[in-house]
């Protein structure tokens, strides 16, 4: 599985920014796609995944001001994020998991960076 991402900027205190994600080689409709992400000294964190049927999963600091949402006919998962906060800084990575290889992918990331 190859992935895609764009989106990422930079963007003041309060804006909103919206990631974009295609998947293309051996995807299937049913593998869970989401995002993760890491600022600069810290781990890599679950923003939110998102299941073929719609079923979401948020990180808690992050559900009301994220929102996560997929094209199964494009294979493309987007995160819109609003009311960005220079917290949310950090490289955002897509994700893809396969439930039935049960592995996982990873994108290359996207820098996003929320100034002051």
């Known amino acids: 599985v190859q992935l895609q991402a764009s989106g990422g900027g930079l963007v003041q205190a309060g804006g909103s920014l919206r990631l974009t994600c295609a998947a293309s080689g051996m995807f299937f409709s049913n593998d869970v796609m989401g995002w993760y992400r890491q600022a600069p000294g810290k781990q890599r964190e679950l923003v939110a995944t998102?299941?073929?049927?719609?079923?979401?999963d948020y990180a808690v600091h992050m559900k009301g001001r994220f929102t996560i949402s997929r094209d199964n006919a494009k294979n493309t998962v987007y995160l819109q994020m609003n009311s960005l906060e220079p917290e949310d800084t950090a490289v955002y990575y897509c994700?893809?998991?396969?439930?039935?290889?049960?592995?996982?992918?990873w994108g290359e990331g996207t820098q996003v960076t929320v100034s002051s």
């Open positions: 998102i299941e073929s049927s719609g079923k979401t």
């Open positions: 994700y893809v998991h396969s439930p039935i290889t049960w592995q996982d992918y």
